[in-house]
């Protein structure tokens, strides 16, 4: 699944199966079993998924449930599209309340599933588990520069912190700001490397990385919601700028 499409696409396929189901249309079916797996496992695309797909994993159990609710065709037809209005109008415009499917896209473009790993596992992190979101955050960020720097031929060593990553990194896809002479440049790419010295001290001082005293500031939602975003966005620029760059390079 690479492209804003493929989404798309297969969850589409899955609200026109279930209509088929409900009301014998002549849509196209897919496998609702292997539709329903896929894309609940999908952290960016799971919380918008209707409840009820999650709580009927057969067909034949959609049926029980959508059967008594509705006497006509036409009110379950209407249920269904309702329920997956919302999530295939973000797929089709990119607009989500949060940037998850962008980013997503981008790191599956990576086709490196170490780095889907950490990305998910900060996703299913962020609203249940605040210091684990965190501490996952940084690991994103840590595995995504050190996957350019593999890219890159640089020997990078397992002990080398995600600032430190992030310095050779900005260096070999060209985005130190002393590489820069406009001030604008150097102000934005400045604060990029802010943005991931940053997470390192939020990881410090909120994350699970390290032993705590009782008197330590637990971390809310909302920073965890604040360290997985910035960790993403910042993920997703680093691997587009390095395929530009290697783009550029091979044209």
Request: hydrophobic share 40%; aromatic share 8%; charged share 25%.
């Amino acid at each position: 699944m690479t492209n804003a499409a493929s989404f798309f696409d297969k969850v589409e396929l899955l609200q026109n199966t279930l209509i088929a189901r409900a009301t014998n249309d002549e849509y196209e079916v897919g496998d609702y079993v292997a539709l329903r797996a896929e894309l609940l496992n999908m952290p960016s695309i799971a919380p918008f998924i209707p409840e009820y797909v999650s709580k009927n994993r057969t067909l034949d159990q959609f049926w029980l449930f959508i059967k008594p609710k509705f006497t006509t065709y036409a009110e379950r037809r209407k249920f269904i599209w309702d329920s997956f209005s919302d999530l295939l109008d973000k797929l089709e415009t990119k607009d989500t309340v949060t940037c998850d499917i962008d980013i997503s896209l981008t790191i599956n473009d990576s086709e490196e599933d170490y780095i889907k790993y950490e990305w998910d596992k900060a996703l299913q992190r962020r609203s249940i588990d605040p210091k684990g979101a965190i501490t996952s955050s940084r690991a994103l960020l840590e595995t995504v520069c050190k996957h350019i720097l593999d890219k890159v031929d640089v020997d990078c060593l397992v002990a080398i912190d995600v600032e430190q990553a992030i310095t050779l990194v900005a260096y070999r896809i060209n985005i130190s700001p002393d590489q820069h002479n406009e001030q604008v440049f150097k102000q934005i790419l400045g604060g990029c490397q802010s943005v991931v010295n940053g997470l390192g001290s939020l990881r410090n001082k909120f994350s699970d990385a390290h032993g705590k005293s009782i008197k330590q500031v637990k971390p809310s939602k909302r920073h965890a919601s604040l360290a997985v975003n910035l960790s993403g966005t910042m993920a997703s620029f680093l691997i587009e700028t390095y395929k530009n760059k290697i783009n550029t390079s091979t044209a």
